[in-house]
């Protein structure tokens, strides 16, 4: 099995195991179903987290109002009564006006901060570090417990228009946000080996990695059209903060020893004249108090 570290802008993204007779194209379909599966669950990590602290969105013309507007307009959220969560509700007020402000109860609130912890650490980029794969079931995994959480908190369901219930119906829409700017889509990323392009994409790996299966690889995702990616730094950033801190240390010890004055070595206790006549007299460690 070849391992392949798949990196974005320096960036590490995921690793995959495979196998040299898979074809550029379906891995590269498998790395936008991995990436955006894993975007979905950051995404939704962050709204459950809302959840538990403010409860269910409010409907689209509600949000964003005051106290005053929304009873001034007249208008009423009827999923309120609907979306109860289990074992009864607490007010947290939504400061920016997104959410109902009617929220779980602590435990029911716990349940939920758990397996959004669970869900981050299933898909954690720190995988990459640390030279573990990623897959597509570790992605679905995350997904299942998050939806198994949201529905034991919230037997009755979610409100159709809760970014939570859209993204569990892939009807989610991030148009005009920073979060849509990380999704990747297939027909706009070239792969790149060695500062070479792997296309065509209907080629195996073998094409372009040789013949060696127990072998691991850095892969750079870039856009089509844009060339190829920055190189690797010769030092890792870790390497680099270390070669730094001993620069600074080693110029730090030249400029004391430039400060130093020449007869300072009179102070040195072989300098001293009488130290053999003290030492012989045993009186060469003598401390006052």
């Known amino acids: 099995m070849v ?5 974005k802008e320096n960036e590490g993204l995921f690793i995959m195991e495979t196998t040299l007779e898979k074809e550029v194209s379906v891995i590269l379909d498998y790395i936008v179903q991995v990436q955006n599966g894993r975007l979905k669950v950051e995404r939704l990590c962050y709204e459950i987290g809302e959840l538990g602290k403010h409860g269910i969105s409010l409907p689209p013309n509600m949000q964003g109002l005051t106290d005053e507007q ?15 969560p289990s074992g009864g509700t607490r007010h947290s007020k939504d400061d920016i006006g997104r959410r109902s402000g009617i929220a779980p ?13 669970e869900a981050k650490q299933k898909v954690s980029k720190k995988h990459f570090e640390n030279n573990k794969v990623l897959t597509n079931e570790d992605v679905k995994d995350s997904l299942a417990i998050l939806r198994g959480a949201v529905t034991i908190v919230y037997p009755m369901g979610l409100p159709p228009h809760d970014p939570i219930q859209q993204e569990f119906e892939n009807n ?13 889509e297939g027909d706009k990323i070239a792969l790149w080996y060695c500062g070479k392009e792997m296309t065509p994409t209907d080629k195996p790996l073998s094409h372009f990695l040789g013949k060696n299966e127990k072998t691991t690889v850095i892969i750079k995702l870039s856009k089509k059209g844009h060339g190829c990616p920055a190189r690797e730094p010769v030092v890792s950033e870790q390497e680099q903060k270390l070669m730094m801190a001993h620069a600074y240390r080693r110029q730090e010890e030249l400029k004391k020893l430039a400060e130093n004055d020449d007869a300072e070595y009179l102070s040195s206790p072989w300098a001293d004249p009488g130290a053999l006549k003290q ?6 460690n003598i401390k006052w108090r």
């Open 3 to 7: 391992k392949l570290k798949f990196k």
């Open 70 to 84: 929304v009873s001034e307009l007249k208008l009423k959220d009827e999923w309120q009564e609907k979306c109860v």
């Open 105 to 117: 109860l602590e435990n029911m609130q716990k349940v939920l901060n758990d397996t959004v912890e």
């Open 172 to 184: 989610e829409d991030i148009s005009g946000t920073q979060m849509a700017k990380e999704v990747l």
């Open 279 to 284: 030492q012989l007299h045993g009186v060469s």
